[in-house]
């Protein structure tokens, strides 16, 4: 079975700040990948998706970006930081669309 | 408006007791309804997925029921311990043009008490 490392567990940064989480996956090959926001008292929101190396898409616009360098590793990034990025942000993976997603640890963000 | 929405928002049981927990949604079509587990500052873990055939699913002490009918779900939880507290998650996926989206609902936070 597939297992989600990312990192740091907690971070926290000043506005304006640049920023980079990484998620890596262990047991599984050319997964579908996924970056989500929890804020405090909401649903996940989706952020991005990727289906293979390279191939991202995005769900709604905003201050991050994603990368996919390999097929295991998908890297979630901003140049500058806002207050209203601070979030715990998860990673997923699927073996294929519509299976079910895998959840990483989470990464919790605070911006000040 | 939400799509997926549940209820309670929180919920405080004794140890022991039973539990149900709702989830009503809109999506439509859709392919299958999971309920996820998420101990907090943790990632969610999954408990049970159901195809819109079918009406129960059980994984232990969880059973999970839907009525593709009224679009109506529940969690029920039974001899509850106290490591079930935790944010319980209900997620559709909607086919929509194949994308086989997550849509969430807010979750349902248990809490059990000794």
């Known amino acids: 079975s597939q297992t989600i490392h990312q990192w740091p567990a907690t971070l926290v940064q000043p506005v304006g700040s640049p920023l980079s989480l990484e998620c890596t996956v262990e047991?599984?090959?050319?997964?579908?990948l996924y970056w989500y926001r929890q804020a405090a008292g909401r649903g996940l929101q989706l952020l991005f998706y990727?289906?293979?190396?390279?191939?991202i898409s995005s769900e709604v616009p905003q201050n991050l970006s994603a990368s996919r360098p390999q097929d295991r590793q998908f890297i979630l990034s901003s140049k500058k930081l806002l207050l209203s990025d601070s979030g715990f942000y998860l990673c997923?993976?699927?073996?294929?669309?519509?299976?079910?997603?895998?959840f990483g640890p989470g990464t919790r963000l605070l911006v000040l | 408006k939400n799509q997926v929405e549940q209820s309670p928002q929180s919920l405080i049981i004794l140890e022991g007791k039973n539990c149900t927990l709702q989830c009503n949604y809109t999506v439509s079509p859709f392919s299958n309804l999971r309920w996820y587990k998420q101990d907090t500052g943790r990632g969610p873990v999954s408990l049970t997925i159901m195809t819109f055939s079918e009406n129960t699913k059980s994984n232990g002490r969880y059973t999970a029921t839907l009525d593709a009918d009224t679009k109506q779900s529940s969690l029920h939880i039974t001899a509850s311990q106290l490591s079930d507290s935790a944010s319980y998650i209900c997620v559709v996926t909607d086919t929509t043009s194949g994308t086989y989206k997550y849509i969430f609902g807010t979750g349902t936070r248990l809490k059990v008490l000794a």
């Open positions: 990727s289906v293979g190396i390279g191939q």
């Open positions: 047991g599984t090959s050319n997964p579908n």
């Open positions: 997923a993976c699927a073996t294929r669309r519509g299976e079910t997603q895998y």
